[in-house]
């Protein structure tokens, strides 16, 4: 299972799936992170969190937690 924390600078990946439950699963869906959309990664913090992306055409920064629960293909 590869997942978007997994994913490198400049990959641009397709969600596959949306793990996590409730609040945070509604979180990660109001920011337009849905199945089938492209992620295209922008750049990492250089501790590895933030992960900085651009969904939608707009750039969105994800923290790790919420980027692993990000299955993507």
């Given amino acids: 299972m590869s997942t978007l924390k997994n994913a490198k600078i400049g990959q641009t990946v397709t969600v596959k799936k ?3 439950e409730g609040a945070v699963k509604r ?10 959309t492209d992620i295209y990664v922008r ?19 994800l923290r790790k937690a919420d980027a692993e629960m990000i299955e993507i293909g």
Wanted: hydrophobic share 40%; net charge neutral.
């Fill in 18 to 20: 949306l793990c996590g």
């Fill in 27 to 36: 979180r990660i869906m109001d920011m337009g992170i849905t199945k089938g």
């Fill in 43 to 61: 750049k990492v913090a250089p501790l590895g969190d933030p992960i900085e992306i651009t969904v939608r055409g707009y750039e969105l920064s």
